[in-house]
């Protein structure tokens, strides 16, 4: 009978981490007006955006003075059509990382909240980290592409508050 408690609760406690989450800005950084020169701002063309969709990227290099922002710090950041920043981009693994198809294992598909917002099934990867510490797995779409990172630890629970859906 503990068998299967155990394993509801393991399922339970698994993060699904996308390559890109969006974190809200403190409401004094939100209220900045950046003015006309946000429109000469890149547009933010990553396939996973927040609602409306339409944001321009603001990139703030804590070693350039000359691009500081009170209360902003370094980052990447999401200005609205308004001219104001809304999110700061966290980037929990590159998005373009890769499994050599030769590494896969078995299909796997999202469990518990996040997997009913994605019913997709991803290849498996156990990825040996270049720096020498553990492995990580890494759910992959049909491209090789890794899409979530797999993690148990409580830690990562925040992540899931901030994750769109796709």
């Known amino acids: 009978m503990l068998g299967p408690v155990l394993l509801t609760?393991?399922?339970s406690s698994t993060v699904y981490v996308p390559a890109v989450t969006f974190a809200a800005v403190p409401q004094v950084v939100a209220q900045i007006?950046?003015?006309?020169a946000a429109a000469t701002?890149?547009?933010?063309a990553e396939g996973i955006k927040p609602e409306?969709?339409?944001?321009?990227?603001l990139k703030s290099d804590a070693a350039d003075q000359s691009q500081q922002i009170a209360g902003l710090g370094a980052g990447e950041f999401l200005v609205?059509?308004?001219?104001?920043i809304a999110y700061k981009i966290e980037r929990h693994f590159a998005p373009d990382l890769r499994a050599d198809p030769a590494q896969l294992g078995g299909s796997?598909?999202?469990?518990?909240?996040?997997?009913?917002g994605d019913q997709n099934s991803y290849r498996v990867w156990q990825r040996l980290d270049p720096a020498g510490g553990p492995?990580?797995?890494f759910l992959v779409n049909d491209q090789g592409v890794a899409t979530?990172?797999?993690d148990r630890a409580s830690t990562a629970r925040s992540v899931i508050d901030r994750t769109v859906p796709r």
């Open 9 to 11: 609760l393991n399922n």
């Open 33 to 36: 007006e950046l003015g006309a």
């Open 41 to 44: 701002l890149p547009p933010f």
């Open 52 to 57: 409306p969709r339409d944001f321009r990227i």
């Open 80 to 84: 609205t059509p308004e001219n104001r």
């Open 108 to 116: 796997e598909k999202l469990v518990g909240v996040q997997g009913s």
């Open 135 to 137: 492995a990580q797995k």
């Open 148 to 150: 979530y990172l797999v």
